[in-house]
């Protein structure tokens, strides 16, 4: 099959289009042949070799992607309790059966039957690629980590990122007023047109202002934060009281004052995906189901790139001004 290889750790350009072994599925395990595969920032920091589980060499990278099923491996003796996929069905799928090592841009992977899951069919396949990490992220910040309550009013930052929009959609689904920025006009009428009640530019010296303002001066009540280097401090000053600030994202060290968090008792909680537990992301993916179906969550796709150009989709997932997930077309 054909797949991008990494052969090296190191920048865009080790991303190199190659021939694989097509995997077979074992027990409890799906062959699911890709039609779109997500690209998301945690790929790169793999494929630098700046993240703390790394594969070993060569790898295939990426984690989410959408498909159809090609082939099912025996059945888990004694049941998993775990409905299997069927040959045919179209499903997106968040993990892949050998972790790291062989990922998603590729033109097969296995997955095991409870990382596969239904693709409604208002969805494309670039569409399902989104849902994966963004969507599963989002929702154990918000519901697992925030403890998001329905009244809350919630702050976004980098909204009009594929994290972000999944979380402004969940939020405003389950009652929250949700709060988001963006760094760009595009970005912003993004974010609104996804539910968010205030859509306000971020990195400009009034943006504190306006947040308070939108919440008439109370703060916000829970934080999702994407890059915590840059903003968390501030954070601090914009939360109401027992507030919750939860990172999803941070690239550097950041020297915060710690009395914010004493005069609120707010809280900072650190979040990530790859710390959930099976019964977690069995729960995330059940709640996701019929919002995907009835048109409640619907993923944007930001920029789609061949296969081939994996390495641009790498600078593209990394630039400022992310509108949306990115993502690979697999022909």
Known sequence: MRAILVHRFGGPEVLTPGEAPTPTPG????LVRIHAAGVNPVDTYVRSGAYARLP??????????AGVVE??????GGGSGVERPRIGERVYFSGTASGRSVGAYAQFVCCRDQQVHPLPD???FEQGAAIG???GTAHRALFHRGQAIPGETLLV????GAVGLAAVQLARAHGLSVIGTAGSDAGLELVKASGAAHAIRHGTSGAADDIHAATGGRGVDLILEMLANANLDRDLGLLAQRGRVVVIGNRGKV????????TKDASILG??????????????????????????LTPHVGAAFAMADAARAHEAVMTPGARGKVVLTIG
Do not use: C, K
């Open 157 to 160: 930052h980098g909204a009009s």
């Open 27 to 30: 027990e409890g395990e799906a």
């Open 71 to 76: 082939g099912l491996g025996m059945a888990p």
């Open 255 to 262: 020297e915060i004052d710690a009395r914010q968090t004493m």
């Open 133 to 135: 990490v963004p969507y």
């Open 56 to 65: 070993e060499l060569p790898f295939i990278p990426g984690w989410d992607g």
């Open 271 to 296: 979040m990530s995906l790859w710390n959930a537990s099976e019964d977690e992301v069995r729960e995330i993916h059940q709640r996701l189901a019929p919002a995907l179906s009835d048109g409640t």
């Open 122 to 124: 208002r969805l494309s």
